[in-house]
């Protein structure tokens, strides 16, 4: 059902006026994914590591944990590219193997920042291992105008790069565990 492509899902408001009029964008990628809902949970949570495989993160922070699951529940990034560089804090909400929700906390840069990864469980049926259908909803509006008109520009290649890189680094883990496995 779902190939090894990225689907665009559009989203509409009634009579298409509004995330135009309050300036706010919002995009959907959906995907199959070759790895189980605990593996690229375990990506999408590990914030610490965004600098080691997400493009244009610099830094990033865990500054609060969950006291019951142990994830984070406030982390921030730093975001460079040519001249831009910003650091901004989200809220995050994780439900293990199913879910992520960020929610910028920081006021100078977004008006409103929402990021949502979804998990579901699909079996491949050539191995009858567990693979992902992950989907990424992103909602967002910066207060600086040149930012939302650049981000409009690049969502769709910037997205893609996203959902890659988080793929990869997943595939990246499963393979490093199968590998470990073989030589124990």
């Known amino acids: 059902m ?4 990225i689907y665009y899902i559009p989203r509409r408001t009634f009579l298409s006026f509004g995330s135009r009029a ?10 199959k994914v070759n790895v189980p809902p605990s ?56 439900i293990k193997n199913k879910q992520v929700i960020a929610e910028s906390v920081t006021v100078l840069l977004f008006n409103n920042l929402y990021n949502e990864w979804n998990f579901k469980e699909v079996k491949n049926r050539f191995t009858n291992e567990l693979d992902t259908y992950v989907e990424l ?14 981000c409009s520009l690049f969502q769709k290649q910037v997205s893609e790069t996203m959902i890659e890189a988080f793929e990869s680094r ?13 030589i124990n």
Request: glycine letters at 4%; a positive charge; proline letters at 3%.
């Open 22 to 31: 309050s300036g706010e964008r919002s995009f959907r990628v959906a995907k």
């Open 170 to 182: 997943a595939m990246q883990l499963k393979i490093n565990e199968k590998l470990k496995d073989r």
């Open 39 to 94: 593996l690229i949970f375990q990506v999408v949570a590990d914030v610490l590591k965004y600098q080691e495989f997400v493009p244009f993160v610099t830094h990033s922070f865990i500054s609060k944990r969950s006291e019951e699951t142990t994830l984070p529940s406030e982390a921030g990034f730093r975001v460079g590219w040519n001249q831009y560089d910003e650091k901004f804090t989200c809220s995050l909400s994780c």
């Open 2 to 5: 779902f190939k090894d492509r």
């Open 137 to 150: 909803v992103l909602k967002y509006k910066f207060k600086n105008p040149l930012y939302n008109t650049m």
